[in-house]
């Protein structure tokens, strides 16, 4: 075709990068199939155009003979499934401890987590009272409005990507090993990113793109439709079965976990989600004995990651679900009964570690008091005659671990005039990184945060960061550029001593730069790294006493309105509540409360990719609905519980996600508080309520 | 005009920067000519479009109505003219040293030094032989193939410029001031440079295009054509008066040295070219008594400012010819008075400052061994049998002091892979600086230079250098790199402390972070800052214990071929000898002396501006000729003498001027050694040489 530079497969690229298999847990994803595509939607070949409308009308053309093979699409179903995606584990990542499952052969699970607390069997045995529920969500979502983009120019020996990427130090240590190249040939740079919400972490685009550039000798861009968006990365789906002992005084003794998650045909950071999110499947109680085991499983789908909450919001819907339905079940008020299993500050977690900042009551407390949960509720709307509009409230609570351990570096420079810069590779993407991390600098340097000019992440200039991930960059990051910003105040401090300056003298910064330097001249550069403290889980138990630094906690009361003839869910008031330490910058917090709270509200009420067995039926935004405006409760309120993070930053932790653990099970629990109807599975439908409101009135829903 | 959007004038630029006066020695050029033009040729509007041609188009358009005024071009006759450049001089810049210089009136001078050590008046009343000659250079251009270039973008309240500046660091200092703006606002990009040899050092194009940028609200490109070049900046023309008391044994004794810079209308660093050269204006030689006075003159010519030797190579074509004259009055060897004279280490040098690291007697050696000085010489050509071709030899040799004292900063990163990226602000443009740069850090941290990345200035990301500029950056920067590559390499042991690796296991770099971060993780930042000491000069007598870090020391032996017939030069041999240290990489050093002999060639027998009554005539390198390939001489050789500078990083010094100093003089010496006459005036053209034979055989020039 005219214009068409060449069509490029993935045996091309193995030609040039012999193992042309990337990810972050595995090397298991091909930069374009080889042998077999694993999910409808998987990248196949490309068409290099200078034009971008004529590779697109090239790549239509390409016409792609497939020889169907058995596939595997529910990820319980997988578990015992002959079919098997990968034919054999392929070598692990970055990640010492996913090491061992490498070469596995004749299995779709991608990591199966365990951890033994106490006897949960022994427990489940003599118990009071046993209640056993099990949960679904669908995949999901990130939808960034900015879908991922790409443009690699790999020349002269080197390769220089801009990328909207949250992990750009990743990015570049990925680069360089699938070239076999030193890292620092491969420089990463990203601009402001349009969202991320965890889609853009890890490698995604910029393999492929690199592999191009090498192939044109140009350089390459590749940018994402918003459609191609849905076949990139989403959020797990997921199966939770969870059984509790409880006590007649309605104390939690024994819990049991099986929480299965989706996650497509490859790896990506899957392992780590369900590693991760599941040792914390027991949730926010006080509970002696804990099982849990937690699977992450290969289907063919595309590809799970990571999505805001890194599975704990699957979870939280799960547990928070099961604790109203005990709650209910026993005839107790969901709040009280809450209170007297809630983990609080000396007691130790699920896994062992002691619970440390960590305001889970006063996230509780503050749910109450705003929703009003002790006073006087009206069930029925007064101006609502025919009576088919029922009204209730519920709340929940979830606790997140950090991802740990991670490391973060920066370094500050301050110039002759006084004025400094920071270098850090965290990813502004709305968040509002950039403003507290200056803030943080200024604090230690004594100057305006609007003095400190933060650059842009870019691998050749900014030192090394894990990742814009996890709510962690507020405490690591805000760690490393305390340090650094120590660091250079401390050498202002020898060059003021250099320059003859007396101690305490308060001169001008930039005067001591003129006496030690003879004019403007100059700078002073610190450096911070940090890492917390960690200590690995115990191989048989799972057990760690020292599972994360700090615990993120959110929490939310909701009030809705179900219409019983339709089934309806009109949510009147979603009040989120999240524990942020100390905020460095409380408006900043608020928004991130709030937005975390209105992406769930869309996971919760709207949002599932749907699968025709395999095929994705709704890969648009015309299709696949998230909130806008419209959607949000006519009440719609965050706040930040005030507290200290005694081992963060200036009393600060990461709150991004805490926003969106409560939503969906404070929405359910309200659901069933107004019409007596139990939910399960996400989204929550008109037509699932419908639904089940016609089951419980005992219709056949065959007829209806 | 259609298609531009405005033009503007000083007085525009006034409103927006209401003191829009720059310049490193006093802020005295207005970015658009204000109130009165002071050369034929300085900018005085500028037409803003979207279409370059367009915009050459409109200025073409504007007619200029000029008040002539009187006006003064010669920088010995401005000295005394009741016509002044400027009304008062301008307030100084970053030289705190030239502070008290401004508010003068009715001066020409922009800068008067004095140096005074022993009795010279007293010595030359009673001495043996007295010489006295004025020697003289015209203008003269760097000629960078890439003309000066910038583009600035001045939007969302700061500023990047990308400019071909040798002095990144200076340009954003400069830039704030003008703008009242903190220095982290203003970023300044370089790319690698097509030449510099002193053309690009301080403001030049970028306060005119980020000024153009903030009244177009959008980026502005600047870029010179290659005559534009001839009005940004020149090298000065000089006429400098040398006396010397001489023995009968053939000893100096006192030397008078009054040295005159034509600036042209704006200082630029011409004041610094005046001081820095004008206190080693006696030359290498061991003399008692010296009297200098050098002077900076403002006159209604284009600008000078530094090129290659700033200044020094001007004193050494005057001092060196007026060597060879005297050896040749006393009908001693010129060689043998040299070697009698030189000074050497431990002996005070005219500034004081005592000898150190200076290879002298080792350079001159070498010249002379390589030229076969002492070994019969055919004076004429065997096939020539007219008679008309006559050869001649002759040698030189100068020295200069470093420009101190100034300052240098780096930083250096290490990856969690090994791999080692260098921060520093050495603009490279073609002296290969970004290699033996690398060199140096390599050799500290036990790595290939190859695997040591150097990022291009910028100044958002590499920290403060004075400017790459007088052959300051292997020293200075060089010292910086190795104090922050020893810096990074005493955190990796602090790494590996703290990983629990123990001391002197040799782990691998990569091993070393994964034990530390528990994956590929983590950066390390060393830094380094380096100032030389420096005591500043007595203000009675200008001398000073130490003037210099080191001394760069070169010269150069010629043998020639002149035509009597027609006075045509032919220069058979150039063999041009410095003094490196310990060269950090030999083969560079060795072309940065074959390049500055090669550039002094061009000034020595080809290149100037000439001027009728400040109207530049041949602004154009068809009428302005520089040496090409044909023009190198059939045996041209250059050579590094191996020595060690005891301070150097690695026992390196700086080099890449050194190789012009002994060029002009070693020619005109070989021209009198072959035909009798003595040439004062730069360039060594075939008429001037013609004249010369005419005047000494007793012809009327009016005749011929």
Request: one cysteine or more; charged letters at 20%.
């Amino acid at each position: 075709m005219p214009g068409v530079a060449r069509i490029v497969t993935g045996e091309d690229i193995r030609k040039i990068i012999p193992v042309p298999y990337y990810g972050p847990a595995f090397h298991d994803q091909p930069i374009l199939a080889l042998e077999k595509v694993r999910f409808a939607g998987e990248p196949v070949a490309v068409a290099l155009a200078v034009d971008p409308h004529v590779a697109e009308t090239a790549a239509q053309t390409i016409v792609v003979e497939y020889d169907p093979l058995p596939a595997v699409f529910d990820e319980v179903e997988a578990v015992s499934s002959p079919v098997f995606v990968h034919d054999e584990l392929k070598p692990a990542g970055t990640f010492a401890d996913l090491k061992h499952l490498a070469g596995r052969r004749d299995t779709n699970v991608a990591l199966d987590f365990h951890l033994r607390r106490g006897d949960a069997d022994a427990t489940f045995a003599t118990a009071d009272h046993v209640f056993e529920h099990t949960f679904r969500t669908p995949q999901q979502m990130h939808t960034p409005l900015e879908p991922h983009v790409c443009i690699a120019d790999a020349r002269n020996g080197s390769v220089t990507i801009h990328s909207s990427t949250q992990t750009p130090s990743f990015v570049r240590a990925e680069i360089a090993r699938l070239l076999g190249w030193q890292e620092n040939r491969v420089r990463v740079r990203t601009a402001f990113l349009g969202g991320g919400f965890g889609a853009k972490v890890y490698v995604k685009l910029e393999a492929l793109a690199v592999a191009l550039s090498l192939f044109a000798s140009r350089p390459v861009k590749l940018a994402l439709t918003m459609s191609e968006q849905f076949f990139m990365i989403s959020k797990h789906a997921s199966t939770f079965r969870i059984k509790s002992a409880v006590t007649n005084e309605g104390r939690i003794t024994a819990r049991r976990c099986e929480v299965f998650y989706n996650g497509g045909a490859y790896a990506d950071i899957g392992p780590r989600v369900a590693q991760k999110s599941g040792f914390s499947a027991a949730g926010p109680y006080d509970i002696a004995n804990v099982a849990i085991d937690s699977y992450e499983i290969y289907t063919n789908r595309p590809p799970a990651g990571a999505l805001r909450g890194f599975g704990v919001p699957q979870l939280v819907w799960a547990y928070e679900s099961h604790t109203d339905l005990i709650a209910r079940g026993l005839g107790l008020d969901p709040v009280a009964f809450r209170r007297a299993n809630l983990l609080r500050d000396g007691v130790p977690h699920a896994t062992g570690t002691v619970m440390r900042d960590a305001g889970l009551a006063a996230v509780l407390d503050r749910i109450v008091a705003r929703i009003g949960w002790d006073q006087a509720f009206d069930r029925t709307p007064r101006d609502q005659d025919g009576g088919t509009i029922k009204r209730g409230r519920g709340v929940a609570i979830g606790i997140k671990a950090s991802i740990s351990p991670t490391t973060s570096a920066a370094h500050l420079a301050i110039a002759a005039d006084g004025s400094a810069t920071l270098y850090c590779s965290t990813v502004d993407m709305g968040q509002g990184s950039t403003t507290a991390l200056a803030q943080i600098a200024a604090e230690v340097l004594g100057v305006a945060a609007e003095a400190v000019n933060v650059v842009a992440p870019d691998t050749d200039v900014t030192p090394y960061d894990m990742g814009t991930l996890g709510s962690r960059s507020t405490f690591h990051m805000g760690h490393a550029v305390r340090l650094a910003a120590e660091d250079a105040r401390a050498k202002l401090a020898t060059l003021a001593a250099e320059a003859g300056v007396p101690e305490g003298s308060n001169l001008p910064i930039p005067e001591i730069f003129r006496r030690r330097y003879g004019m403007q001249a100059g700078t002073i550069i610190g450096s911070g790294s940090f890492i917390p403290s960690y200590a690995a889980p115990d191989p048989a138990t799972g057990l760690t006493a020292n599972a994360t630094p700090f615990w993120m906690i959110g929490g939310s009361g909701a009030e809705v309105e179900i219409d019983t003839e339709t089934g309806s869910v009109r949510v009147l008031r979603l009040v989120t509540v999240a524990d942020a330490g100390t905020p460095v910058n409380p408006a900043i917090v608020e928004t991130q409360i709030s937005g975390a709270a209105v992406m769930q509200l869309g996971f919760t009420l709207l949002e599932a990719m749907e699968f025709t067995e395999g095929q994705l039926r709704n890969p648009s935004l015309a299709d696949y609905r998230i909130p806008g405006i419209r959607d949000l409760p006519p009440r719609f309120e965050a706040e930040a519980v005030d507290a200290t993070q005694t081992n963060g930053p200036y009393g600060a932790k990461g709150v991004g996600e805490s926003g969106t653990f409560g939503v969906s099970p404070a929405i359910a629990n309200a659901i069933e508080d107004a019409v007596g109807v139990r939910i399960t599975e996400l989204p929550i439908t008109a037509e699932a309520v419908y639904r089940a409101l016609r089951l419980a009135a005992g219709d056949s829903l065959a007829e209806a």
